[in-house]
């Protein structure tokens, strides 16, 4: 909590938390070190640390994932007044460890697109708008991040693994928390 609101007297406005999930198996399954209860908690103490504007990510097409746990998380996404949601499908890449070792249980394209157009429905219901494939904010929440993607801008890369973009170059800082 402290460094919340190390962060936030800093000048940080805006947070976002890497959830993927509200539903604990499906957490374990995909190798997260978070529960949802500490996601939950991470969010409120961000909010009370003074943060207005958070964002949280969302994975759809996990292993195991139905609509139905699909629906709980976007319910759970809702209740906890975050002001911006981005949602992404799985994609599994070479490299990575379900490149190497692909998991079983995962829903198939069709259920995936029936778990997007859900999220849609779901979040511009509840006043969210969808101003990007993935991304849904509520009014004057728009990521200035991503919009600045659209508008080839420059941005630097602060933290460990974050990515930038200088000169025409994008880059990225290294994974090694001691090296960063």
């Not at 979040?123 to 990521?143: D, M, Q, V």
């Not at 659209?150 to 000169?167: D, M, Q």
Request: overall charge negative.
């Amino acid at each position: 909590f402290s460094y919340l609101k190390k962060l936030h007297s800093l000048g940080v406005n805006r947070l976002s938390i890497g959830v993927q999930s509200f539903d604990g198996d499906v957490l374990v399954q995909i190798g997260r070190l978070h529960d949802s209860k500490e996601a939950v908690e991470c969010v409120k103490q961000a909010q009370d640390a003074g943060f207005d504007n958070i964002s949280i990510d969302l994975i759809y097409g996990l292993p195991n994932q139905t609509m139905q746990i699909w629906k709980e998380t976007l319910k759970k996404a809702l209740s906890l007044g975050v002001q911006h949601i981005s949602t992404y499908g799985l994609k599994i890449e070479e490299g990575t460890p379900f490149g190497q070792n692909p998991p079983e249980n995962l829903p198939d394209e069709d259920l995936c697109a029936d778990m997007y157009v859900e999220c849609v429905k779901t979040l511009t219901k509840a006043g969210f708008k969808h101003y990007e494939i993935s991304n849904f904010a509520l009014p004057k929440f728009e990521s200035k991040h991503n919009l600045n993607y659209w508008k080839n801008a420059p941005y630097i890369a602060c933290g460990v693994a974050a990515h930038g973009y200088e000169n025409g170059v994008r880059y990225e800082n290294t994974t090694n928390f001691e090296t960063y």
